[in-house]
Nanobody, 122 residues
Framework: VQLQAFGGGLVQARGSLRLSCAASGRYATGWFRQAPGKEREFVAAITWRGGNTYHANSVRGRFTISRNSAGDTVYLQMNSLRPEDTAVYYC????????????????????WGQGTEVTVSS
């Protein structure tokens, strides 16, 4: 599985960015982030078919995860950005398994992209 995350950058508070995660196929996908000195945390996830999405409380209503029609690219639209959203954002995918899993847990995902840095200035 090949993953590429891109779209990060420097943005002012209340601005917007769209992150993309391009994969070599269609997978259940999650976005996580890690701020300096903090643990990696869940941001959003989308199921294989894209029928279900999940968002962390801290981003709900501001961030939206979605998938393109081909199914191989997952987006994270980030609006109303705050300085506390500053982090390296990682996308991760899960091998098709057919079983249930915890969408919010990083351990549920098998392959990780290289990360894209988001900096929100106040």
């Amino acid at each position: 599985v090949q993953l590429q995350a891109f779209g990060g950058g420097l943005v002012q508070a209340r601005g917007s960015l769209r992150l993309s995660c391009a994969a070599s196929g269609r997978y259940a996908t999650g976005w996580f982030r890690q701020a300096p000195g903090k643990e990696r945390e869940f941001v959003a996830a989308i199921t294989w078919r894209g029928g279900n999405t999940y968002h962390a409380n801290s981003v709900r209503g501001r961030f939206t995860i979605s998938r393109n029609s081909a199914g191989d690219t997952v987006y994270l639209q980030m609006n109303s950005l705050r300085p506390e959203d500053t982090a390296v954002y990682y996308c991760a995918v899960r091998r098709p398994s057919g079983g249930t899993y915890d969408h919010y847990s990083s351990s549920a995902y098998d392959y990780w992209g290289q990360g894209t840095e988001v900096t929100v200035s106040s």
